[in-house]
């Protein structure tokens, strides 16, 4: 089984660096793994 390709991008919420499994969209919004967790729990609230 082959590894899945990782791509550079930096977070729209915290700035900070992070790989991602997919190529970035410049249009659209990257989280890295802390912030993508910590928006899918305050979405759950409503």
Excluded at 15 to 28: A, K, S, T, W
Aim: aromatic letters at 10%; one cysteine or more.
């Amino acid at each position: 089984m082959s590894e899945r390709k990782m791509y550079k991008a930096v977070c729209s919420d915290c700035g900070r660096e992070c790989e991602v499994p997919f190529e970035p969209d410049p249009n659209r919004p990257v989280y890295c793994r802390d912030c993508w967790a910590k928006r899918r729990r305050q979405r759950r609230r409503y």
